[in-house]
């Protein structure tokens, strides 16, 4: 395989020494990626160990057709692999388009979909089952680079939550059937660019956010019977970022990042907790967190990666030295920064060029860095064993080390377009494409 490079030769920032406690402690155990981003809610995948390289003849343990399309990410839980996507059924209609003030690059809406769960075996890929959940016209094509299905489904070994937005929230057993469902409304997207706001699990909790063109609000279930516990509204317009919950002070929060501000709710009353201004009108990316800090980002209209300290953080925390460090370059756009091993990663935009700095600082020491072999760029980076993990949307990923001097390991090809972040478990990798779905691994599980 031919050497390849960022830019040039490329030296990054050598690592930044945290303590060992984390933030988040996962509610999953090693061999799981049970929620967008990962059990840690970060993109990292404690304890597993993926391949480097792999090709359309090399490392695909299996490869399978997937029916419709989905941009949501794949989870894992034992034997099993849950996919949700969106399948075209019957007659064509008249090309039905959102109105809404300002829509501009979105797609028409032909076609009924059958808005559909499904298992497959972790090991062979052969389909366990599929459920319909719902079936509609929907009001809204989305974006033209986007799906209809783009908010990831989370599990927690015992049920499956697939969230549609305004198709619904279902809960799921091992089975397939479903065990209680909840419709929410329906959104008014921005632009009418479309849904993607996943849902965050922990403990007996399962979290919701819906921010739209009309009545915005955050809302936490009982991940048992669908019972809400407590919903709040919030005073924002669309944002398609996922919430996360992190626990800090023997408190979990729940941390949501909006159209120009980050706030924290108490997991257990839905009381803020505190707030931080400073991003876009325009929120795509999800935040992370770890060692006592919370990470947000946005672009677009406008560039913002705010640093916020936990310790102390209370009311509106905006120009305190709650923040810890800011920046007004170089931030993301569609995909989500990675925290990994006290550096923090993020990609310019969707462009192929990633930056890298200290978690604690801001520090940059070098950089940024243009990433050779892929362009625009949709999934979130994800790391494991040392590496870190960057696909875009033309089928290619590349592999770098996560060394004081990282290295081009590899840079793979596959025969699909990407928008869907990577999900790693154990010594596999998953790649959900516009067609297929693909387990890679270097050896038998």
């Known amino acids: 395989m031919p050497k390849h490079t960022l830019a040039a030769t490329i030296v990054l920032l050598g690592l930044f020494a945290f303590g060992a406690a984390r933030l988040q402690k996962p509610e999953t155990q090693n061999g799981q990626w049970g929620q967008w981003r990962g059990p840690l809610a970060t993109g990292e995948a404690p304890g597993a160990d993926p391949p480097v390289s792999w090709s359309e003849s090399e490392n695909v343990r299996w490869k399978v057709e997937l029916p419709g399309q989905g941009h949501s990410t794949p989870v894992i839980w034992g034997d099993h692999v849950y996919v949700t996507a ?38 062979t890929g052969k389909m366990v089952w599929q459920t319909t959940l719902a079936t509609a016209l929907p009001h809204e094509g989305g974006h033209v680079t986007g799906s209809l299905v783009s908010n990831s489904p989370a599990t927690d070994g015992e049920m499956l939550y697939a969230f549609f937005g305004s198709r619904g929230l279902y809960a799921l057993d091992q089975a397939g059937k479903v065990v209680w469902q909840k419709k929410l409304g329906s959104m008014q997207t921005k632009h009418a660019h479309g849904e993607g706001s996943s849902p965050a699990l922990a403990g007996e909790t399962l979290l919701v956010n819906w921010d739209h063109e009309g009545d915005s609000f955050v809302v936490a279930f009982d991940k048992r019977t669908g019972k809400e516990r407590w919903r709040k509204e919030r005073s924002e317009v669309t944002s398609w970022a996922s919430p996360i919950i992190v626990e800090f002070g023997g408190k979990q929060q729940a941390i949501v990042s909006g159209t120009d501000r980050v706030r924290s709710y108490d997991l257990a009353t839905g009381e803020v907790l505190w707030e931080c201004g400073g991003l876009s009108a325009n929120v795509v990316a999800s935040p992370v967190a770890g060692e006592g800090m919370v990470f947000a980002g946005s672009s677009y209209d406008t560039r913002a990666l705010l640093a916020i300290r936990l310790a102390g953080a209370k009311g509106d925390v905006t120009g305190t030295d709650a923040v810890a460090w800011s920046r007004r370059r170089g931030t993301p756009y569609v995909p989500s920064p990675l925290l990994y091993q006290g550096s ?31 362009r625009d760029i949709y999934a979130s980076p994800i790391a494991a064993a040392g590496r870190v993990y960057v696909t875009d949307r033309h ?16 840079l793979n090809q596959l025969d699909d377009r990407f928008s869907a972040s990577a999900a790693v478990a154990g010594n596999e990798l998953f790649l959900r494409g516009e067609r297929f779905l693909y387990a890679l691994g270097a050896e038998a599980p």
Do not use: C, M, N, W
């Not at 064509?92 to 009924?112: I, K, L």
């Open 86 to 123: 969106a399948i075209p059924v019957g007659e064509a209609r008249a090309a039905r388009f959102d109105r809404a003030p300002g829509a501009h690059d979105s797609v028409p809406v032909t076609h009924e979909h059958q808005f559909v769960a499904i298992a497959l075996d972790r090991a």
């Open 344 to 374: 923090l990663y993020f990609l310019r935009h969707y462009q192929p060029i990633l930056t890298r700095v200290v978690a604690a600082t801001g520090e940059e020491r070098q950089g940024p860095f243009r990433l050779s072999g892929l």
């Open 395 to 410: 089928g290619a990923t590349l592999v770098l080390s996560h060394d004081d001097e990282p290295k081009v390991l590899a």
